[in-house]
Nanobody, 124 residues
Framework: QVQLVESGGGLVQAGGSLRLSCAAS????????MGWFRQAPGKEREFVAG????????DYADSIKGRFTISRDNGKNTMYLQMNSLKPEDTAVYYC?????????????????WGQGTQVTVSS
């Protein structure tokens, strides 16, 4: 079992930045690929970014490419999402997730463990 807890969400103006953190407990994090997903009101949960178990391979949704950066510190059992140049359309609840195996994927169905989510609101 892996427990995930997100933090770092909040209210920010358009063009601003936020850094989300996902703290993991229960297992050695390096055995798991991880990802960030988001869900806006009335919409399905969507992939944002993914990172392999070792942190070498990353993948991003086209909508945030060049603005967001995913990273992880396995020594601290923590994953991050640095979000720059935020836009109102980035407003959503952001979730971190972990999947068994080290290969990153954007397929939401592959993820086994989920955090409770953290709200990000970007005002125009």
């Amino acid at each position: 079992q892996v427990q995930l807890v997100e933090s770092g969400g909040g209210l920010v103006q358009a063009g601003g930045s936020l850094r989300l953190s996902c703290a993991a407990s229960g297992r050695t994090l390096s055995s798991y690929a991880m990802g960030w997903f988001r869900q806006a009101p009335g919409k399905e949960r969507e992939f944002v970014a993914g990172i392999s178990g070792g942190g070498v391979i990353t993948d991003y949704a086209d909508s945030i490419k060049g603005r967001f950066t995913i990273s992880r510190d396995n020594g601290k059992n923590t994953m991050y999402l640095q979000m720059n140049s935020l836009k109102p359309e980035d407003t959503a609840v952001y979730y971190c997730a972990a999947k068994s195996g080290r290969a990153a994927t954007s397929d939401i169905r592959k993820y086994d463990y989920w955090g409770q989510g953290t709200q990000v609101t970007v005002s125009s």
